[in-house]
C-alpha cells in the first residue's frame, strides 16, 4: 500500500478540511472488480471495504447506504426500517449525477447533493475501514469514528 499525496477530489478535499486523520492508497482498477478488487490489492478481508451504495426509495428519493464488501444490502429489510414500499439500487447514471462520481469510485464525502446516509452498524466493530475517495482504484484508510463524525449516518442492520 502507498500513500498518495498527488490525490484531489471532493472527497479529499472534505476529509482535509474536517482534519480526519487518513491515508490515501491506490491500485489498479478493474471494471466491475468492486470490493473484491480492492481487497485483493490489499491484501485485506472484503469486510473491511466500505461499499457506497446509492439507493432509491420513492421515486426520485435518494440516499446512501455504507456496507460491508462482503455483504448485500437486504432492500426489504431497509424499506421496513425507513417505512416505505420498496427501496432499488440506483442506475449508474442516476447515481453519478447526484453525487458527481462515477459508479465504482463514489464516496459519501463530498457528494454533490446532499443525501441521507445509513451505515451498517457492525461496521463500527471495525479498527480501521477503506472507503472510496471519489476516484476509481482511490481508497481512503481510516477509522469508522472519524467517517461517523462527516457523514453523520443513521446505523442500521441490513446487512446479508
Known amino acids: 500500500m502507498s500513500k498518495n499525496k498527488t490525490i484531489t477530489t471532493p472527497a479529499v478535499r472534505v476529509l482535509k478540511t474536517r482534519r480526519v486523520n487518513f491515508l490515501l492508497h491506490s491500485y489498479k482498477y478493474e471494471d466491475n472488480g468492486g470490493a473484491s478488487a480492492a481487497a485483493r490489492a490489499f491484501n485485506l478481508d472484503k469486510h473491511q471495504v466500505i461499499k457506497t451504495l446509492v439507493m432509491e426509495g420513492d421515486p426520485k ?11 448485500q ?60 475517495a471519489g476516484k476509481r482504484g482511490i481508497m481512503a484508510q481510516l477509522a469508522p469514528g472519524a467517517l461517523v463524525e462527516v457523514v453523520n449516518p443513521v446505523m442500521v442492520t441490513v446487512g446479508i
Open 61 to 71: 428519493q435518494y440516499f446512501l447506504v455504507l456496507m460491508h464488501g462482503d455483504r
Open 73 to 132: 444490502v437486504s432492500v426489504k429489510a431497509l424499506a421496513r426500517f425507513l417505512k416505505i414500499k420498496t427501496v432499488t439500487p440506483c442506475e449508474p447514471e442516476i447515481a453519478q449525477k447526484i453525487t458527481g462520481y462515477k459508479v465504482g469510485g463514489i464516496s459519501p464525502f463530498g457528494i454533490r447533493k446532499a443525501l441521507a446516509v445509513y451505515l451498517e452498524s457492525s461496521i463500527m466493530a471495525l479498527d480501521t475501514i477503506y472507503i472510496n
